[in-house]
């Protein structure tokens, strides 16, 4: 689906209209994939439009360009404004997807560039629907294990989100839509299942949750924390642990989380139904307490939401 355009993008420390937001083609990262990005969305919520998880995310992001020794020329708090902004000046309120990326840009070439140099530093917004499909939220998504396995532990730091890994989750993804799957899972290199090509992955079975362990090369998604906290909330226990393949064609239910895929259901895996080959009920009452984060009905406990608009009215806890 082509991306829907809004207006400005901030680049380098102010907003730009959107076709002006460009780079030299010798920036490093085209080159070399060096480059740290987030996903964010933005809900339209009775108390106005928040960013879920918006600081969150912004931690990851300096926290994968300090694996990479990706200099980011700008505070966490100026870059967190910085995707308020974007949304704000971009009349998005009713809902949005923020990019940041941070990337080693024109200067020096070579594989490492020059670590010294600061980064370049972007933060687009736009409207995204449903990421797994239509429909993919009620009736769940049809599945596949790929071919390719996940980047082992001492070659890609899989805990960096950075834009090199991404050739990894292509490759799992476009085998899996060439034969005719919504989504490819990837196994890690020691056979155990990862994770989506750009989502974590649950099990269950026998009412418990789970999920494979941060040292399993996934990406330490923040989607997957919330599902776990929320688990823990309604007295799901939930296992970290390694999950070995053929446990996903046995489990009563399974489901990806992301913030593009939001809280997909898995209705099977390589053409084996997933318990009824439905949405099951753990995944809906999931489902249920996630989005009730943003109608309202799930209390946020945490701070979860940040308001786009209006930073008095934030619910993270003050400090006293
Ligand atoms: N794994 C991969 C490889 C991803 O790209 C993503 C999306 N960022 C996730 C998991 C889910 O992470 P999050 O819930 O933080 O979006």
């Not at 532990?153 to 899996?176: D, F, H, I, Q």
């Not at 249920?288 to 930073?311: C, H, M, N, S, Y």
Request: charged share 20%; net charge neutral.
């Amino acid at each position: 689906m082509p991306l829907k355009t809004s207006k400005y993008i901030w680049h380098e420390g102010k907003l730009v209209p959107w076709e002006q937001a460009t780079v030299h083609v010798l920036s490093h990262a085209l080159h070399y994939g060096s480059s740290v990005f987030e996903g964010i969305r933005v809900y339209k919520t009775p108390t106005g439009a928040m960013g879920f998880r918006l600081t969150d995310h912004m931690r990851r992001l300096y926290h994968s360009a300090k694996i990479y020794r990706i200099k980011i020329p700008f505070a966490l708090d100026v870059l967190v404004e910085a995707c308020r902004d974007v949304v704000r000046e971009n009349g998005l309120l009713n809902g949005a997807y923020i990019r940041p990326i941070a990337f080693r840009g024109y200067g020096e070439m070579g594989v490492a560039g020059n670590i010294d140099q600061p980064a370049t530093v972007s933060i687009a917004a736009w409207e995204w629907g449903s990421y797994l499909g239509e429909g993919a939220l009620e009736q769940g998504v049809d599945v596949c294990v790929s071919s390719w396995q996940r980047v082992a532990p001492n070659t890609v730091p899989a805990l960096a989100k950075a834009g090199g890994n991404y050739l990894s989750s292509a490759l799992v993804t476009l085998e899996a839509r060439r034969l005719g799957f919504a989504e490819g899972l990837a196994l890690n290199t020691a056979g155990f299942v990862s994770e989506g090509a750009g989502e974590n992955l649950f099990v269950i079975q026998n009412g418990k949750i789970y999920t494979p362990p941060v040292a399993s090369s996934i990406l330490s998604g923040l989607t997957r924390n919330t599902v776990i906290q929320l688990a823990e909330q309604a007295g799901i226990e939930v296992l970290e642990q390694n999950i070995p393949r053929e446990l996903l064609y046995i489990a009563d239910e399974v489901f990806l989380t992301g913030t593009a895929a939001e809280l997909t259901p898995v209705r099977s895996v390589d053409k084996i139904p997933v318990g009824e080959g439905k949405r099951g009920p753990i995944t809906e009452k999931l489902q249920k307490q996630f989005f009730g984060l943003f109608d309202g009905t799930t209390a946020d406990r945490w701070g979860w939401l940040e308001p786009i608009v209006d930073q008095k009215a934030r619910t993270r806890p003050m400090a006293v």
